[in-house]
């Protein structure tokens, strides 16, 4: 079974530029999340995506935003990067559905997408 | 205000010894604990979890022990390889089936051989 992967690996952008990463989840899971990992926050939560809606969200702001597609590809957009956006971001699927089975919890995530802005 | 939190930056054992990683927690209302292993310039690589409801729970090499009361879990490795040498993670879920997790700052394991 082929794991979450994400596109792509390395991207370098300059100041007030913005991005799109991709992530393609393990075949049959239907949610989708995005982190931001960065040596001095260590790993936040961005966003959740399940069924094509927003689920959940941190505490990040609007310049972060995402999307689901119907089939529960996910992508992120930053919009006009500052040097501090520069980190891994990290996309992470799972099963999810009913609550209380504890496979549903379970995140896998893809190598994730190094992105340094200049 | 950090949720969880993994107070050991590293950890250095022998080869063939036991690794046991800590981490303490604030909240009581987390519903779900995972373990991940995280090499650089990878994601994180799922090891293992725990429900709130349980205070033990065993896959091959790896258990991960649940303290609520004290607000704490741990991770053991039995016996420790070097190839278990990384970064560690624990995680929190706030509540069921959500994708958000709460990290931990991480801990360096280093197995010597």
């Known amino acids: 079974k082929a794991g979450v992967t994400q596109t792509p690996r390395y991207l370098i952008k300059t100041r007030g530029q913005q991005v799109t990463l991709s992530c393609s989840p393990i075949s049959g899971h239907r949610s989708v999340s995005w982190y931001q990992q960065t040596p001095g926050q260590g790993l936040q939560f961005l966003f959740e995506?399940?069924?094509?809606?927003?689920?959940n969200k941190g505490n990040f702001p609007g310049r972060f935003s995402g999307r689901q597609f119907s089939n529960s590809r996910s992508e992120m957009n930053v919009s006009t990067l500052e040097l501090g956006d520069s980190a891994l971001y990290l996309c992470?699927?799972?099963?999810?559905?009913?609550?209380?089975?504890?496979?549903?919890?379970?995140?896998?995530f893809g190598p994730g997408t190094r992105l340094t802005v200049l | 205000d950090q949720q969880v939190k993994q107070n050991s930056p590293s950890l250095s054992v022998q080869e063939g010894r036991i690794s046991i990683l800590n981490c303490d927690y604030t909240n009581s209302m987390f519903d779900y604990f995972l373990w991940y292993k995280k090499y650089p310039a990878e994601g994180p690589t799922f090891l293992i979890s725990?429900?709130?409801?349980?205070d033990k729970n065993e896959d091959g090499r790896f258990t991960v022990f649940l303290n609520k009361s004290a607000k704490h879990l741990s991770l053991h490795i039995v016996p420790s390889q070097p190839g278990d040498s990384a970064v560690y993670f624990c995680?929190?879920?706030?509540?069921?089936?959500?994708?958000?997790?709460?990290f931990g700052q991480g801990t360096t394991l280093q197995v010597k051989p």
């Open positions: 992470a699927s799972r099963k999810s559905g009913v609550a209380g089975v504890d496979s549903y919890n379970e995140q896998f």
């Open positions: 725990i429900s709130s409801i349980k």
């Open positions: 995680a929190a879920s706030p509540f069921s089936n959500t994708g958000k997790l709460i």
């Open positions: 995506y399940f069924s094509e809606t927003q689920r």
